[in-house]
């Protein structure tokens, strides 16, 4: 019975072993991952120096200003082709319309020379008609 109590008295101890085991590597990497991000963001706590405050270098300023005149250049060529090129769409658009209502007017036109087509022929059908009756009529009398 003492050999039970024993063997028992060791897993118990080697279970507890494990669980530290465990929480020491989970303490651990969760205090790297604090580590980490801590390291990760303390840029973002530096304060911020205002241009005020802190002046720019003459070749500091050189440069900015360069960049932002090639900026503005490149910005402005942009915005000037998209200017024409929207232009150029709009004058597109109003001319396929002024070209689709000329198209309206001519399917137009053409149904009614077509409707009076078909009535002429219509009428001169009955009249050939009428003449062939007459002419029947003529030789059988």
Do not use: C
């Not at 028992?8 to 465990?22: F, H, M, P, R, Y």
């Not at 910005?75 to 232009?87: F, Q, Y």
């Amino acid at each position: 019975m003492n050999a039970t109590i024993r063997s028992e008295e060791i897993e118990s101890n080697t279970a507890e072993a494990e669980v530290d085991n465990n929480l020491a590597a989970v303490s651990e990497v969760e205090a790297g991952i604090r580590d980490f991000v801590r390291n990760d963001i303390a840029y973002l706590r530096r304060p911020v120096a205002s241009p005020e405050t802190a002046p720019l270098e003459p070749n500091t300023e050189a440069t900015v200003n360069n960049v932002n005149s090639l900026i503005q250049r490149v910005a402005g060529t942009s915005l000037a082709e998209i200017e024409k090129l929207i232009s150029e769409l709009e004058s597109l658009r109003d001319l396929l319309h002024a070209e689709g209502q000329r198209v309206q007017r001519e399917i137009s036109g053409y149904a009614q020379l077509s409707s009076a087509a078909m009535k002429s022929t219509r009428m001169i059908a009955d009249n050939v008609t009428q003449w062939k009756r007459a002419a029947d009529g003529l030789r059988n009398s």
